[in-house]
Protein backbone atom coordinates (compact mmCIF):
# COMPACT_ATOMS: atom_id res chain seq x y z
CA UNK A 1 0.00 0.00 0.00
CA UNK A 2 1.47 3.28 -1.13
CA UNK A 3 0.99 6.41 0.74
CA UNK A 4 -0.01 8.96 -2.12
CA UNK A 5 0.12 12.52 -2.09
CA UNK A 6 -3.46 12.56 -2.31
CA UNK A 7 -3.89 10.37 0.93
CA UNK A 8 -1.74 12.29 2.56
CA UNK A 9 -3.43 15.60 1.64
CA UNK A 10 -7.27 14.08 2.87
CA UNK A 11 -5.81 12.55 5.92
CA UNK A 12 -4.23 16.29 7.05
CA UNK A 13 -8.11 17.52 5.69
CA UNK A 14 -9.60 15.37 8.02
CA UNK A 15 -7.06 15.82 11.34
CA UNK A 16 -8.00 19.62 11.05
CA UNK A 17 -11.68 19.32 10.41
CA UNK A 18 -11.56 16.53 13.53
CA UNK A 19 -9.36 19.39 15.60
CA UNK A 20 -11.83 22.22 14.86
CA UNK A 21 -14.52 19.61 16.39
CA UNK A 22 -12.41 18.28 19.01
CA UNK A 23 -13.01 14.80 17.89
CA UNK A 24 -9.16 14.30 16.79
CA UNK A 25 -8.74 11.31 18.88
CA UNK A 26 -11.88 9.70 18.42
CA UNK A 27 -11.23 9.42 14.69
CA UNK A 28 -7.68 8.55 15.28
CA UNK A 29 -9.60 5.03 17.04
CA UNK A 30 -11.41 5.13 14.00
CA UNK A 31 -8.45 5.29 11.47
CA UNK A 32 -6.67 2.45 13.44
CA UNK A 33 -9.90 0.23 12.85
CA UNK A 34 -10.26 1.01 9.56
CA UNK A 35 -6.66 0.73 8.27
CA UNK A 36 -6.18 -2.66 10.17
CA UNK A 37 -9.83 -4.31 8.96
CA UNK A 38 -9.12 -3.33 5.61
CA UNK A 39 -5.38 -4.52 6.30
CA UNK A 40 -6.55 -7.91 7.60
CA UNK A 41 -9.43 -8.32 5.23
CA UNK A 42 -8.60 -9.33 1.75
CA UNK A 43 -12.54 -9.70 0.55
CA UNK A 44 -13.09 -6.05 1.73
CA UNK A 45 -9.82 -4.46 0.57
CA UNK A 46 -10.64 -6.07 -3.24
CA UNK A 47 -13.91 -4.77 -3.20
CA UNK A 48 -12.91 -1.40 -2.40
CA UNK A 49 -10.28 -1.73 -4.65
CA UNK A 50 -12.80 -3.09 -7.36
CA UNK A 51 -13.20 -0.46 -10.10
CA UNK A 52 -16.37 -2.29 -11.39
CA UNK A 53 -18.33 -1.80 -8.00
CA UNK A 54 -20.41 1.42 -7.84
CA UNK A 55 -18.94 4.20 -5.67
CA UNK A 56 -22.72 4.46 -3.95
CA UNK A 57 -22.49 0.65 -2.95
CA UNK A 58 -18.85 0.87 -1.51
CA UNK A 59 -19.84 3.87 0.70
CA UNK A 60 -23.11 2.17 1.51
CA UNK A 61 -21.18 -1.15 2.62
CA UNK A 62 -18.48 0.97 4.28
CA UNK A 63 -20.98 2.63 6.63
CA UNK A 64 -22.13 -0.55 7.41
CA UNK A 65 -19.22 -2.48 8.28
CA UNK A 66 -18.11 0.61 10.07
CA UNK A 67 -21.41 1.89 11.36
CA UNK A 68 -19.95 3.49 15.17
CA UNK A 69 -17.49 5.35 13.36
CA UNK A 70 -17.36 9.36 14.28
CA UNK A 71 -19.10 11.26 12.08
CA UNK A 72 -16.20 13.27 10.82
CA UNK A 73 -14.84 9.57 9.34
CA UNK A 74 -18.21 9.45 8.03
CA UNK A 75 -17.97 12.61 6.15
CA UNK A 76 -14.56 11.02 4.49
CA UNK A 77 -16.49 8.31 3.39
CA UNK A 78 -18.91 10.44 1.72
CA UNK A 79 -16.08 12.37 0.39
CA UNK A 80 -14.38 9.78 -0.94
CA UNK A 81 -17.47 8.48 -2.70
CA UNK A 82 -17.84 11.84 -4.48
CA UNK A 83 -14.90 12.22 -5.70
CA UNK A 84 -14.80 8.48 -6.55
CA UNK A 85 -11.38 7.75 -4.58
CA UNK A 86 -12.24 4.81 -2.31
CA UNK A 87 -9.14 2.88 -3.22
CA UNK A 88 -7.03 5.41 -0.81
CA UNK A 89 -9.15 4.91 2.10
CA UNK A 90 -6.69 2.39 3.62
CA UNK A 91 -3.44 4.86 2.56
CA UNK A 92 -5.57 7.89 4.11
CA UNK A 93 -6.40 5.62 7.26
CA UNK A 94 -2.86 5.06 7.61
CA UNK A 95 -1.39 8.84 7.19
CA UNK A 96 -4.51 10.10 9.51
CA UNK A 97 -2.44 8.12 12.69
CA UNK A 98 0.84 9.00 11.12
CA UNK A 99 0.16 12.60 11.46
CA UNK A 100 -2.32 12.44 14.28
CA UNK A 101 0.75 11.03 16.30
CA UNK A 102 3.13 13.95 14.66
CA UNK A 103 1.26 16.95 15.69
CA UNK A 104 0.71 15.52 19.24
CA UNK A 105 4.04 14.95 19.75
CA UNK A 106 3.73 11.33 19.91
CA UNK A 107 6.32 9.09 18.20
CA UNK A 108 5.91 5.14 17.38
CA UNK A 109 8.53 2.74 18.41
CA UNK A 110 7.95 -0.43 16.51
CA UNK A 111 9.52 -3.13 18.53
CA UNK A 112 9.88 -6.64 17.20
CA UNK A 113 10.25 -9.58 19.50
CA UNK A 114 9.85 -13.44 18.42
CA UNK A 115 7.02 -14.08 20.91
CA UNK A 116 4.18 -11.05 21.90
CA UNK A 117 5.64 -8.76 24.28
CA UNK A 118 4.65 -9.50 27.88
CA UNK A 119 4.70 -6.24 31.00
CA UNK A 120 8.55 -7.08 31.99
CA UNK A 121 10.12 -6.73 28.40
CA UNK A 122 7.49 -3.43 27.48
CA UNK A 123 9.17 -1.97 30.61
CA UNK A 124 12.62 -2.89 29.37
CA UNK A 125 12.27 -1.73 25.80
CA UNK A 126 10.74 1.46 26.99
CA UNK A 127 13.70 2.40 29.25
CA UNK A 128 15.76 1.83 26.57
CA UNK A 129 13.21 4.20 24.32
CA UNK A 130 13.94 6.95 27.02
CA UNK A 131 17.53 7.12 26.30
CA UNK A 132 16.99 7.62 22.16
CA UNK A 133 13.90 9.70 22.57
CA UNK A 134 12.17 12.56 24.44
CA UNK A 135 8.79 12.45 22.56
CA UNK A 136 5.59 10.58 24.12
CA UNK A 137 6.32 6.60 22.57
CA UNK A 138 3.41 4.26 21.96
CA UNK A 139 5.01 1.19 21.28
CA UNK A 140 3.94 -1.30 17.96
CA UNK A 141 5.08 -4.94 18.69
CA UNK A 142 5.50 -6.72 15.56
CA UNK A 143 5.59 -10.56 15.74
CA UNK A 144 8.74 -12.60 14.35
CA UNK A 145 9.98 -15.98 15.08
CA UNK A 146 12.92 -15.77 13.04
CA UNK A 147 14.72 -13.56 15.73
CA UNK A 148 14.82 -16.14 18.07
CA UNK A 149 14.55 -14.17 21.07
CA UNK A 150 15.19 -10.50 22.45
CA UNK A 151 14.20 -7.94 20.23
CA UNK A 152 14.74 -4.99 17.07
CA UNK A 153 13.55 -1.65 18.23
CA UNK A 154 13.22 0.86 15.74
CA UNK A 155 12.29 4.46 15.86
CA UNK A 156 12.20 6.64 12.86
CA UNK A 157 15.12 5.93 11.78
CA UNK A 158 17.16 5.02 14.03
CA UNK A 159 17.34 0.66 14.82
CA UNK A 160 18.44 -0.98 18.71
CA UNK A 161 19.10 -4.18 17.50
CA UNK A 162 19.13 -6.99 20.32
CA UNK A 163 17.78 -9.80 18.98
CA UNK A 164 19.27 -13.24 19.55
CA UNK A 165 19.62 -14.03 15.87
CA UNK A 166 21.44 -10.86 15.70
CA UNK A 167 24.19 -11.78 18.45
CA UNK A 168 24.50 -14.73 16.23
CA UNK A 169 25.15 -13.12 13.40
CA UNK A 170 27.89 -11.11 15.26
CA UNK A 171 29.14 -14.17 16.73
CA UNK A 172 29.70 -16.17 13.72
CA UNK A 173 31.82 -13.27 11.97
CA UNK A 174 33.91 -12.75 15.32
CA UNK A 175 34.50 -16.69 14.74
CA UNK A 176 35.36 -16.55 11.13
CA UNK A 177 38.09 -13.87 11.07
Known amino acids: MASTRAAIR ?17 VNNDMKSIASTIESNLELSTFIQNPTTKVEVKESALLEVFANVNGVTKGLFHLLF ?39 LEAKVLAKVSTLSDKKITIENIVDPSIIGGF ?16 LQVLKRELSN
Open 10 to 26: YAKAILDLANSKGVAEA
Open 82 to 120: ENKRFEILEAIAVEYSRVFDESNGIEVAKVTTAIPMDAA
Open 152 to 167: ILRIGDQQYNASVANR
